[in-house]
């Protein structure tokens, strides 16, 4: 009961731009499954939350407790992941030590806990992880250190989230360490795993794509994004985001130096605005981007039309249909969402 009066009464609250809030939580994620209905999941201090719309984001259910996880990870670009299956949701989700657990929701709509995702005790210590699926095949990925210094590493699901591979090192840096703080990014489509990572070679933080083209058991060379790079003796907090085309090639948005960038591997890179926590969805073969440019949460639309959503930072969208994306950010320990037509 009380859940529901709290959630009755966050329908009814807007942002300065006139959005709902639609939950009391942070680092919110979204992702939509084969009947179109979108699922959300995010934190709210250890309690790993979830709730969805079956009206392709106009309204959300009540939230529903997933679990309680001692010092969960919510915060900072750190935050529980979702994806879906054939076989139903997978949440991952780690905790402050630096174990990430899975959580799988089946058709009878339970929430259970699976495996553990890392195969060694307390390695993913930065809290920076990513989920991706498609059809069967789940892929996480997150930054371990093991060996002490920060890798790239990832495990496969092919159960819906029950159980996970063996551990495998999928980029190490020759020059010691990948960048420490910015979160990685997947995207699975088929057999193809593209994993994008913010890396730290040669005194410069830049973006790096690599894949694997047989279901995530072995990855080729990384592969540098752009032709400029960013010499900085820090880490940015900012790692980007990748997105599968309709003629299923990655697309890839990220930042240097506080400008937006986007290319497809290989290409040159072309530079979109200025800000920070960027993102990317292809929508019926065009790309729409999102990003915080001081302190407000931006659209660019397919056409190149700017639509600013308010106050807010780390947005996530996602395409609800052919003319609509859905987007969602926190700002305050509140979710907000928008749905913007294309």
Partial sequence: MIISIVFIFLCSCKNENGNPVIAVGQMPNLVKDNSDNIHLVYGNGDSI?????????ST?????????????????????????????????????????????KDGSG??????RVNDMD???????????????????????LRDKHNKIFGAKSTDGGKSWSKNIMIYASPDTTVCECCKPSVAVNGNNVYVMFRNWLNGNRDLYLIQSSDNGDTFGQAEKLGSGSWALNGCPMDGGGIAISNRGNPETVWNRKGVIYACEPGKEEKELGKGKNCTIETVNGK?????????????????????????????VIKAVNNEHILCVWENGKQIHRAIIEL
């Avoid at 407790?65 to 992941?81: D, E, M, V």
């Avoid at 339970?110 to 495996?115: E, H, L, M, P």
């Fill in 49 to 57: 939350l979830y709730s969805y719309s079956s009206n392709r984001g």
């Fill in 60 to 104: 959300f259910s009540a939230p529903s407790l997933i679990s309680i996880l001692p010092k969960l990870a919510a915060s900072h670009t750190r935050g529980p992941q979702i994806a879906s299956t054939s076989k139903g949701l997978i949440v991952t989700a780690c905790n402050e030590m630096g174990d990430i657990f899975s959580f799988a």
């Fill in 110 to 115: 339970k929430w259970s806990q699976g495996a």
């Fill in 122 to 144: 307390t390695v993913a210590k930065e809290n920076l992880m990513a989920l991706a699926a498609d059809g069967d095949n789940a892929f996480a990925v997150w930054l371990d």
């Fill in 287 to 315: 790309n729409v981007y999102a990003w915080v440019e001081d302190g407000e949460v931006i659209i660019l639309k397919p056409q190149g039309m700017k639509k600013n959503l308010g106050r807010g930072h780390l947005p």
